[in-house]
Structure formats: C-alpha cells, structure tokens
C-alpha cells in the first residue's frame, strides 16, 4: 500500500532512502520523492545543474558557489527530474556567516534568470522559508516563487537596502495570489520601513485566500490594517519579532473595532500599549489570544486590561501573557507601583470559564494562596495548561515576592483535575519542610504530565526527597522541565558552550536527577497498583468460591 510506503521513507534516514532508491524499481520513485521533498537549502539543486561549480570567499568571509561554465540542456533535464519533487525550500544567508554552510553567490541569481523565467525552477513548490541579508540574496527569492505557493515566511534583515524589499514585495504581490500564509519578519528601523509599509499593504490587498499573516510589530498601520480588513477568510493574526533592533510597542488593529473587521479571527497575538482601548478585543470568535505588553504599575493597569478581555473575548481558550517590566517602574509594596502580581489582577479571568490553558510570564513570580488556587480549579474546570511566572525575582525589584512553596502541588492537583501541564517558579526549602502525602490518599493526580519549575533552584541533598514527593503526588507525570527565561516565549539564541552560566548548568542537571527519580518512583507505583489489583481480585474469587461453597452446604 503506498500510505505503508510512506511512513516507512518518512521515518527512514537519508542514507536508507538513498539505499532504496539505489536497490528497488519500485521504491525509486517514493524514495527520491521523500528524499527531495523538504530541503534546507538550495544548493543540492544548484549543484545539479554544473558539475564545475566553483567555491570562492566573498566580501562577507564566507564561503560561496559559483558556475564556472554555461548551463546545459543535460544540465537542466537532470535538474527537473528532482525540482519537480520538491515542496518545501528554506534558506538562511544569515545562517551561513554563522555556520560553516554554502551561500549562492550573486551570480547565481543573475545566471538562473536568464536561463528560466521566474518561478519555473520549482513548479511544485508549496512552502517557502527564505531569510535574506545581502540585496542579492533578497531579490534571489523571485526565482523560487512558483504559480502555486501556498505558505511563506519572507525575512529581511537590516543590512538590505530599504529600497530592495519594496522591488521584492511589489514583484510578489503579482505572482502569489495563492498564498494561505504569509509571514513577514523585518528588523528594518522603523523610520526607514514606510515605504515598506505602503507596498506590503498593497501586497496583502492581492492575496485574498490568505487564512494566516504574521507582521512585525511596527507595521500596525492604518494602511496595513484596512488592507487585512479586506481579506474575508483571515483567521490568525500574530506579531513576528525580530530581535535585532528594539521596536516600540504598538497593537495591530487596536484602533478598530475588531469584531467589524475582522469577524472569522480566531487567533490573535499582538503587542499593547496600557491602558487598550476597549473595542480592540472584543470578538465572540476567539479562541487564542497572546498579548505582549509593558507594565510600568502592576496595580490597577493588568487588572483593567484583562477585564477587558473577559468581557470582550467570553469563548476564550487559551491566553498567553507576556508582561515586561518597564525600566521606570518605581513605589513600595503598599503603595503604587506595585510590580508583582497578586491574585486580584487575575480575578477578571475567572469569568472565561472555557479557558483551558493560560500562560503568564512575567519578571516576579506570581502571589497566589491554597484557597484562591482552588477557586480558580472551580471556574476554570477544564484547564489543562497553566503556567505562572517561572523566573525568579526581576533584578533590582525593591522588596522580594517568594515563590511557591512545593507543598502547593498538592492543591494544584486537586484544584484542576484536568491539568496536564502546570508551572511556576518554586521556593524550595528544607527537604523536612514537606508535608508528608498521606498513604490514604487515593485521589492523586492522573492527568499531570509535565512539571515546568522554571528557574527553581533545587538542593543537591534534597533530590531524592523532593523526587520522591512529586512522584507520590503526580503517579503519571513524565518529564520534570526547567526551561524558564525572564520572558517564557521569547525567541533566545541559544549560547555557545564557552557563555553557558554554571549555575544554569548545574540547576538543569539537578533537576534532570529529580526527574529521573519521579519516574522512578512512578514506575514503583504502578508495580504496587498492579500487584495490589491482582490481589484485590484474587480476594474477590476466594470470596465468590466461598460463598458458592456455603450455598452448597
């Protein structure tokens, strides 16, 4: 059957479908397919078409192909037999300055646009992900643009020139009327982008099948917001960040009645400025929100804003908050400028009552008690993500918010039956200052599978004893995870081995032994559950045998 064949190509390694393209008549075809469908790069294809391509050192110090000769018509039927196979093409220019890879050199380019009309090289393409540093490299992407493409994410660096990504998007707008999702990643300036703004929102005027789009953050313009307003099936707008430059905070549409304009949305990320403007979320439609935000007063503004929320958005799944810190947030703990959060800024929410995951990351881990935990399990029944504020305090805070103490899990567990992943940032004591879990209790959490403790510090002498209480409470959890940053979902690059910090190093291995030691203890669980099961019905056959043996005399 060729769904079988599938799945076998799709699990094998490059080297097994190489083989089997190699040895079976029959697995020729399926092989080569699977071997060319997903590409990280160009340059396979490139080469297929010279055998004297050319390797040279270019001005950036890397290392790039170039023809040596003239194409030939062998040359272009051995290129169809694999470009007709491909449907999914990603190439970073960036990532070959940091990584030993090829770039296409300019001539590359130039040389492929004489020999083949644009988007001919790859006919059957359906995904394309291409990040550009250099003008050559920006304007290259027209030669891969097919009649038929459904998915883009089109990155453009700040080293391009401003006038070049204008000349690429006009050129696209023409020739992707196909498009389903387009993502667009800038780290222009602001002030040098308008003209971008002005073409993109020309571009999105021509894609009217678009279901998802993806913006920077500073490109929520009127002109680009009545240009979504156009397309009638759009169902996800989110915010693309770059890193590169800061970009201030602006909400995409927040000027505009949402539900007017955008009535089939049903999933939304955008950044705000406090306080919002109350028609800017309110849609009955959706379903996923993530709001990134900066808060100067933790007091009142948080609490404002997701009353708001509450109200507008009443089906509500899944909510994500990104809440930074401003750098001039100042007052005490009793008076303003308070900047942890506390359990009545999140009262608002208890009224989404389908909620099912909320994450919140913020740079003070969050203030809640055992009976406020359990009032949120009772309006929020089917939650099954939470995740709250896993960092430790924000530097130079000026009085310190504890994390929660462990002995918590225990009415995380019992509040929120249907939890499967639950984290926060831990204060963990003394091994001895656990509550012991009782041996009568037979209600312990079957659904939680992932424990995210963030940026929790943990004992080295405490980790048997701290494994060994969680896998008593949890019996079905699976990993133990510190993956916490100031910022949760933030984009971070992930460090060289000579910048890892030690103390990072050593938490993640603690917990890794934590982890190791639930499952331990989860194992020997289920060992005892099983054996005490096959005991509890062998006591019931002796007893049913007994009776009948009674009855009989």
């Given at each position: 059957m060729p769904e079988i064949l599938d799945v076998i190509l799709r699990n094998a390694s490059m080297k097994s479908k190489a083989r089997a393209a190699r040895t079976c008549q029959k697995w020729f075809s399926p092989a080569v397919d699977a071997l060319w469908r997903d590409l990280d790069?160009?340059?396979?294809?490139?080469?297929l078409l010279s055998t004297n391509?050319?390797?040279?050192?270019?001005?950036?110090?890397?290392?790039?192909?170039?023809?040596?000769?003239?194409?030939?018509?062998?040359d272009w039927s051995r290129f169809g037999i694999y470009s007709s196979r491909v449907r999914t093409l990603r190439y970073d220019d960036g990532e070959c300055i940091a990584h030993p890879r090829l770039a296409l050199g300019s001539n590359i380019f130039t040389e492929l646009g004489v020999y083949r009309p644009p988007g001919a090289l790859l006919p059957n393409l359906v995904k394309l992900e291409w990040r550009a540093v250099s003008d050559h490299t920006a304007r290259g992407i027209l030669q891969f643009i097919p009649v038929r493409l459904e998915s883009l994410v089109l990155t453009i660096g700040h080293r391009v020139n401003p006038t070049v990504p204008c000349q690429v998007i006009t050129a696209l707008s023409r020739r992707t009327e196909t498009l389903q999702h387009l993502e667009f990643r800038s780290d222009l300036p602001p002030q040098?982008?308008?003209?971008?703004?002005?073409?993109?929102?020309?571009?999105?005027?021509?894609?009217?099948?678009?279901?998802?789009?993806?913006?920077p953050s500073y490109y929520g313009t009127t002109e680009i917001v009545d240009a979504l307003a156009t397309l009638g099936d759009l169902e996800k707008i989110y915010t693309s960040h770059n890193w590169f430059e800061v970009s201030p905070y602006s909400a995409l549409g927040t000027t505009f009645t949402f539900q007017k304009n955008f009535p089939k949305v049903k999933e939304l990320s955008v950044d705000l400025n406090l306080p919002i403007d109350p028609l800017s979320l309110r849609?009955?439609?959706?379903?996923?929100?993530?709001?990134?935000?900066?808060?100067r007063d933790v007091g009142g503004s948080l609490q404002e804003m997701l009353g708001i929320v509450a109200t507008g958005c009443p089906n509500l799944e899944d909510l994500q908050l990104m809440l930074g810190m401003s750098d001039d947030f100042g007052g005490d703990e009793e008076g303003e400028g308070r900047c942890y959060i506390c359990y009545d800024d999140i009262t608002p929410?208890?009224?989404?009552?389908?909620?099912v995951q909320l994450q919140v990351a913020h740079c003070s881990p969050i203030k809640l008690e055992e009976a406020q935990l359990k009032e949120m399990g009772k309006s929020w029944p089917g939650m099954t993500t939470l995740e709250l504020c896993q960092s430790p305090n924000f530097k130079g805070e000026p009085f310190v918010i504890p994390g929660m103490?462990?002995?918590?899990?225990?009415t995380i567990v019992k509040a929120f039956r249907s939890l499967e992943t639950f984290g926060t940032f831990f204060l963990l004591g003394e091994a001895g200052d656990l509550e012991p879990v009782p041996r009568d209790d037979d209600n312990p959490s079957l659904s939680l599978r992932t424990l995210d403790v963030g940026s929790s510090d943990v004992d080295e002498d405490d980790l048997f004893a701290i494994?060994?209480?969680?896998g008593l409470l949890c019996p079905a959890l699976t990993a133990v995870t510190a993956n916490a940053t100031n910022v949760r979902w933030y984009p971070i690059n992930v460090p060289s081995h000579r910048d890892v910090d030690p103390e990072l190093v050593e938490r993640t291995e603690n917990w890794n032994a934590v982890e190791s030691i639930v499952k331990a203890t989860t194992r020997l669980h289920g060992v005892f559950q099983r054996r005490?099961?096959?005991?509890?019905?062998?006591?019931?056959?002796?007893?049913?045998?007994?009776?009948a043996l009674r009855i009989q005399d």
């Open positions: 790069s160009p340059v396979p294809l490139i080469k391509i050319l390797t040279s050192i270019s001005s950036r110090a890397i290392e790039e192909i170039k023809f040596s000769r003239s194409i030939a018509d062998a040098l982008s308008a003209t971008v703004k002005n073409a993109l929102a020309t571009w999105l005027r021509r894609v009217p099948r678009l279901l998802t789009i993806g913006l849609s009955h439609h959706l379903v996923r929100l993530c709001i990134n935000t900066l808060i929410l208890l009224a989404c009552r389908r909620l103490p462990l002995s918590m899990l225990r494994g060994y209480y969680i005490i099961e096959e005991l509890s019905e062998k006591l019931e056959a002796s007893q049913r045998q007994l009776a």
